[in-house]
C-alpha cells in the first residue's frame, strides 16, 4: 500500500503522517507539501529516518508534479489546504486556488487512475452556523465564510468526479482540531503561547461562539477508518461532543497554564463569525470509530507539550507571524497588552 499524503507538513497531515507509520509501518507514505507559512518540515522531521516514509516539496495545483506522484499510489489523502478563516476574511485568491483549483488537479490526475482512493479532508464549517441540532452528511452546505465557501467548492467537485467518473471518493468532515503541532494562529496554540510569553489572550466578541473540540489523534484515527472502510461516495462527520462556549475553553486554557481570567481581553468580532457548529457523527461510528474522551485530559497534554517544546514554536511567533498578529490584533477594539479591558 502506497499513500500520498497531501498537506503533511501542517498540524493535522502530520499528526496523520505519524499514525500511519506507526500504526500500518508497511505502507510507503510520500507526503508532498509546498510549505506555505503553516507548512513545518519540523513538523516531520522524526518521521523522515523512518523506512517508506519519503517527502516533497511542491504544490496540489502543480499537474505536472501530481501526474508523477499519483499513479504510483493505492490512495490520496488531501489535507492540503489554506486553513485560517482570518486570512481568508483579509484575502481569499489563495484559498480559492489551493481548496477549488488544487483539488481539482489532484482530481483530474485520479480520474485517470480510477483505483486509487482519493480521501478529501473536509470540515464541520461547510454546514455553516447551526442555532440548534446537528449536521448530518447530507444537510444543506451553507458556508459562511471565503475559507468554509472554498472547502465546499472542494467538496462538490470530490463527489461530482464520483458521480460524473466513478472515481473511489470519500469525504470526512470533522470539527476543530487541537493538539501537538498546531500553528499558532488557531485560538488554542494562539492562547496557550501567548500566556507563556506573558502576552494576553484576544477572545473575540461576547465570547459566547460554540466549538466541538476534536483531539487531533482521534480525527488522525478517524480518517484512516474512513480511508480503509468508508462506502465510496460518501461523507463522514467526525466530531467529539466536546460543544463549548468560547470562554469555556479559553477558562480551561488559561488554568492549564495557571493563569488567571485577567489575561483575557474581549476585542471586536471576527466579521461573520458563526455563531455555533454541531456535527451528528453516528455514520462514523457505525465503521467502529469513537472518540478516545477525556477533554480535560487531552487539553491538559496539549498545553503541557507547548510548555515543553517552546522550540517548535517560539521561531513560528517571529518574523513574519508579528505583522500577522499586530494587522489582526493590536488595533482591534478592547485589544490591549497591559491593563484589563471588559467588553
Ligand atoms: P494547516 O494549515 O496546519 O496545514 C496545511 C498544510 O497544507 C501546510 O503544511 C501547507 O504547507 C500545505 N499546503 C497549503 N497549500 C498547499 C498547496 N497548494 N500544495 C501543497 N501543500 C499545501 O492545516 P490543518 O489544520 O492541518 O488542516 C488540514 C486539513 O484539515 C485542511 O484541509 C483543513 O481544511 C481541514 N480541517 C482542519 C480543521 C482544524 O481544526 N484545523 C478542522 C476540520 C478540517
Ligand atoms: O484570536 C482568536 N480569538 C477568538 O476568539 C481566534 C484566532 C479565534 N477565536 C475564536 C473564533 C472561533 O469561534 O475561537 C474559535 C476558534 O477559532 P479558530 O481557531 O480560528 O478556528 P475556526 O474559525 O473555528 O476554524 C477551525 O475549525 C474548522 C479551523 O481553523 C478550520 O481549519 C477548520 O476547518
Same mark, same amino acid.
Given at each position: 500500500?502506497?499513500?500520498?499524503?497531501?498537506?503533511?507538513?501542517?498540524?493535522?497531515?502530520?499528526?496523520?503522517?505519524?499514525?500511519?507509520?506507526?500504526?500500518?509501518?508497511?505502507?510507503?507514505?510520500?507526503?508532498?507539501?509546498?510549505?506555505?507559512?503553516?507548512?513545518?518540515?519540523?513538523?516531520?522531521?522524526?518521521?523522515?529516518?523512518?523506512?517508506?516514509?519519503?517527502?516533497?516539496?511542491?504544490?496540489?495545483?502543480?499537474?505536472?508534479?501530481?501526474?508523477?506522484?499519483?499513479?504510483?499510489?493505492?490512495?490520496? *489523502?488531501?489535507?492540503?489546504?489554506?486553513?485560517?478563516?482570518?486570512?481568508?476574511?483579509?484575502?481569499?485568491?489563495?484559498?480559492?486556488?489551493?481548496?477549488?483549483?488544487?483539488?481539482?488537479?489532484?482530481?483530474?490526475?485520479?480520474?485517470?487512475?480510477?483505483?486509487?482512493?482519493?480521501?478529501?479532508?473536509?470540515?464541520?464549517?461547510?454546514?455553516?452556523?447551526?442555532?440548534?441540532?446537528?449536521?448530518?452528511?447530507?444537510?444543506?452546505?451553507?458556508?459562511?465564510?471565503?475559507?468554509?465557501?472554498?472547502?465546499?467548492?472542494?467538496?462538490?467537485?470530490?463527489?461530482?468526479?464520483?458521480?460524473?467518473?466513478?472515481?473511489?471518493?470519500?469525504?470526512?468532515?470533522?470539527?476543530?482540531?487541537?493538539?501537538?503541532?498546531?500553528?499558532?494562529?488557531?485560538?488554542?496554540?494562539?492562547?496557550?503561547?501567548?500566556?507563556?510569553?506573558?502576552?494576553?489572550?484576544?477572545?473575540?466578541?461576547?465570547?459566547?461562539?460554540?466549538?466541538?473540540?476534536?483531539?487531533?489523534?482521534?480525527?488522525?484515527?478517524?480518517?484512516?477508518?474512513?480511508?480503509?472502510?468508508?462506502?465510496?461516495?460518501?461523507?463522514?462527520?467526525?466530531?467529539?461532543?466536546?460543544?463549548?462556549?468560547?470562554?469555556?475553553?479559553?477558562?480551561?486554557?488559561?488554568?492549564? *497554564?495557571?493563569?488567571?481570567?485577567?489575561?483575557?481581553?474581549?476585542?471586536?468580532?471576527?466579521?461573520?463569525?458563526?455563531?455555533?457548529?454541531?456535527?451528528?457523527?453516528?455514520?462514523?461510528?457505525?465503521?467502529?470509530?469513537?472518540?478516545?474522551?477525556?477533554?480535560?485530559?487531552?487539553?491538559?497534554?496539549?498545553?503541557?507539550?507547548?510548555?515543553?517544546?517552546?522550540?517548535?514554536?517560539?521561531?513560528?511567533?517571529?518574523?513574519?507571524?508579528?505583522?500577522?498578529?499586530?494587522?489582526?490584533?493590536?488595533?482591534?477594539?478592547?485589544?490591549?497588552?497591559?491593563?484589563?479591558?471588559?467588553?
Amino acid at each position: 500500500m502506497r499513500i500520498l499524503v497531501t498537506g503533511g507538513a501542517g498540524f493535522i497531515g502530520s499528526n496523520f503522517a505519524r499514525l500511519v507509520t506507526k500504526e500500518r509501518p508497511e505502507w510507503e507514505t510520500i507526503v508532498l507539501d509546498k510549505l506555505t507559512y503553516a507548512g513545518n518540515p519540523a513538523n516531520v522531521r522524526d518521521l523522515r529516518a523512518m523506512q517508506g516514509f519519503s517527502f516533497v516539496q511542491g504544490d496540489i495545483c502543480d499537474k505536472a508534479l501530481v501526474g508523477d506522484l499519483i499513479p504510483g499510489c493505492d490512495a490520496v *489523502v488531501n489535507f492540503a489546504a489554506e486553513t485560517h478563516v482570518d486570512r481568508s476574511l483579509a484575502g481569499a485568491d489563495d484559498f480559492v486556488r489551493t481548496d477549488i483549483l488544487g483539488t481539482n488537479t489532484m482530481l483530474e490526475v485520479v480520474r485517470h487512475h480510477p483505483r486509487i482512493r482519493y480521501l478529501q479532508v473536509s470540515t464541520d464549517e461547510v454546514y455553516g452556523s447551526l442555532p440548534t441540532g446537528s449536521a448530518v452528511e447530507d444537510s444543506p452546505l451553507n458556508p459562511g465564510n471565503p475559507y468554509s465557501a472554498s472547502k465546499a467548492g472542494g467538496d462538490l467537485l470530490a463527489l461530482s468526479y464520483h458521480r460524473s467518473f466513478g472515481l473511489d471518493v470519500v469525504i470526512t468532515r470533522s470539527s476543530n482540531n487541537f493538539g501537538p503541532y498546531q500553528y499558532p494562529e488557531k485560538v488554542m496554540p494562539l492562547f496557550l503561547t501567548n500566556v507563556l510569553e506573558g502576552k494576553p489572550v484576544p477572545l473575540y466578541g461576547d465570547g459566547m461562539n460554540v466549538r466541538d473540540w476534536l483531539f487531533v489523534e482521534d480525527n488522525c484515527r478517524g480518517v484512516l477508518t474512513v480511508l480503509e472502510k468508508g462506502v465510496s461516495g460518501e461523507v463522514y462527520n467526525i466530531g467529539a461532543g466536546n460543544e463549548l462556549p468560547n470562554i469555556e475553553v479559553t477558562m480551561m486554557i488559561l488554568d492549564a *497554564v495557571g493563569a488567571s481570567s485577567d489575561m483575557i481581553r474581549y476585542v471586536e468580532d471576527r466579521p461573520g463569525h458563526d455563531r455555533r457548529y454541531s456535527l451528528k457523527c453516528d455514520k462514523i461510528a457505525r465503521l467502529g470509530w469513537a472518540p478516545s474522551g477525556d477533554f480535560p485530559g487531552q487539553l491538559s497534554r496539549t498545553a503541557a507539550w507547548y510548555r515543553d517544546n517552546r522550540a517548535w514554536w517560539e521561531p513560528l511567533k517571529s518574523g513574519e507571524f508579528k505583522d500577522y498578529y499586530r494587522r489582526m490584533y493590536e488595533g482591534r477594539r478592547g485589544y490591549s497588552e497591559t491593563s484589563p479591558v471588559s467588553g
